[in-house]
């Protein structure tokens, strides 16, 4: 029999809340994070949202050490560190300082791409005649490892040290990367994740694709509208998740807290092909990623309580509940919730798969479903699949024993990953 | 600019990179950046930079490779110095 795989720990850097704690609040009470940047309106951007989270200061000195802290300006590393130290500290892990690695835990911490801002300035140097000004981090905080590297080196760990991209998926296929690794034996302990730097170079292309919304920048908190007949768009976001995954066994032997179990999962591709393209999903290629990830998994559709969309608050969001509908293939009673992180935090690129993971798995072990944010009124085309019930509109207390957990990306990528809560 | 000066001014560039805290105690001419201080070898090219900026100075590639002592930089700083 294969080794089953749980959660021990989570860490969370999104634009609605720094740290586990504050992140739950923030989606209890629907908090948003979207705000509105002065820069982006001087850049001539047409969306001047977004969201990015919070760091003061002095919660960056608890994370680095002022030798680190120099010249630091790579925003994806210090959401990734962020996010995975406290991830590591939450299931109860040490940070040994000196002796051997740790053999039997690695890193799959994914990007999009990294330390925009620090390339900018070497950009700047280069250009200039002054490559020798570039300092010796400029490579480490520019390469899309980096992120991985950084924690690798922190922690300590001695298995696969890596960093996965797939676009929007990244995140969700960390986590069955770092899975599949736990369940072929390979590793005991993987911490799987995802950061995205913010700003306007990371953001630029999106708005030059006019794929976001430009009418909200007086309103930035009612701009990410996903499932509404309104929505116009996603908006750009940033952050980090990071959730440590734990052979079942050796987190029991060590009486870990165990968040929920990881049942099973599929990742694919609609190779570009029907309507699918390098920015559309192929519709049967998520159909059929949704159905394999619940055969995979070892449980009947009707048996998901909650499903965490990918639903970026774009046209498409009717076309992802179509195909879940279709895949589902369940009576009309039997549906289940649906929910979309991305109305408080907005579309996190890279980071959006870890940040909504980190979000489904608070929901299953703490018993509540957040409300979909910005929804006044449920797109017409949505309703002709599920009804207005399931689409929670407040949060409020409920038991979740199965989630299915979506992402899809540019490139015609899909990942879903199923979890469930541990009754044992 | 006294050679005590440049030593004092040095100590205070090279401490955020120093891992062996003690070997700052006798912070002299012999003090090894690798072995006493035990400086990462990569950040060798930030002290270098940071002394260009405190000393005004710009050092070459072939001077930085001769800069393995407190005495070393200090000799390559008044030399800079006086050149420019």
């Known amino acids: ?424 | 600019m006294s050679d005590n000066e440049i030593i004092s001014r040095l100590k205070k560039i090279v401490e955020p990179y120093v891992q062996r805290t003690e070997g700052m105690e006798n912070f002299e001419e012999e003090t090894d950046f690798l072995n006493d201080l035990q400086i990462n070898s990569a950040n060798l090219v930030d002290v270098v930079l940071d002394v260009e900026d405190e000393f005004d100075i710009e050092i070459d590639n072939d001077s930085m490779e001769g800069m393995l002592t407190v005495g070393d930089a200090k000799s390559i700083i008044k030399r800079k110095m006086a050149a420019g």
């Open chain 1, 1 to 424: 029999m294969k080794r089953r795989v749980v959660i021990t720990g989570m860490g969370v850097a999104a634009p609605n809340g720094v740290g586990l704690d504050n992140f739950e609040l923030a989606l209890r009470e629907m908090k948003s994070g979207i705000r509105y940047f002065p820069d982006l309106k001087d850049l001539k951007f047409s969306c001047q949202v977004g969201g990015q989270p919070e760091i003061p200061d002095e919660l960056l000195e608890k994370y680095f050490s002022p030798l680190q802290l120099r010249g630091l300006n790579s925003s994806g590393i210090v959401y990734g560190v962020i996010s995975g130290t406290d991830a590591w500290k939450d299931a109860g892990l040490e940070i040994n300082g000196n002796g051997s690695p740790d053999w039997g835990s690695g890193i799959i911490f994914g990007t999009g791409i990294l330390g925009v801002d620090k390339f900018r300035e070497a950009i700047n140097l280069i250009d200039e005649g002054k490559t020798r000004r570039l300092g010796s981090t400029s490579v480490v905080q520019t390469m899309a490892s980096g992120i991985s590297a950084y924690l690798g080196g922190m922690l300590g760990c001695g298995n696969q040290v890596t960093t996965n991209s797939s676009a929007c998926t990244t995140g969700t296929e960390a986590l069955l990367m770092g899975y599949e690794r736990i369940r072929s034996g390979a590793a005991t302990r993987m911490l799987v994740g995802s950061c995205s730097d913010h700003g306007p170079y990371v953001w630029g292309g999106f708005d030059a694709m006019r794929i976001l919304p430009g009418n909200y920048n007086d309103r930035p908190e009612k701009a990410s509208r996903p499932m509404s007949a309104t929505a116009a768009g996603f908006v750009p976001g940033s952050g980090a998740g990071a959730l440590v995954l734990e052979e079942m066994e050796a987190a029991r032997e060590r009486g870990a807290r165990i968040y929920a179990e990881v049942l099973g999962g599929e990742i694919n591709s609609g190779g570009q092909r029907g309507e699918g393209s390098m920015t559309a999903a192929n519709n049967e290629a998520v159909q059929r990623c949704i159905s394999r990830a619940i055969e995979n998994s070892g449980i009947s559709a009707g048996k998901i309580d909650a499903i965490n969309g990918h639903l970026t608050a774009t046209s498409r969001d009717p076309v992802e509940i179509t195909n879940w509908v279709k895949a589902l293939q369940v009576n009309k009673e039997e549906l289940p919730h649906f929910n979309s992180l991305k109305g408080m935090t907005g579309h996190c690129l890279s980071a959006s798969g870890s940040i909504e993971c980190v979000a489904s798995i608070l929901q299953i072990y703490k018993s509540f479903i957040f409300g979909n944010l910005n929804i006044e009124e449920i797109h017409p085309e949505i309703l002709q699949h599920i009804e207005a019930n399931n689409i929670p509109l407040a949060s409020r207390p409920q038991n979740i024993d199965i989630l299915a957990k979506a992402s899809f990306g540019f490139g015609d990528v899909n990942a879903v990953a199923i979890f469930k809560k541990n009754n044992e």
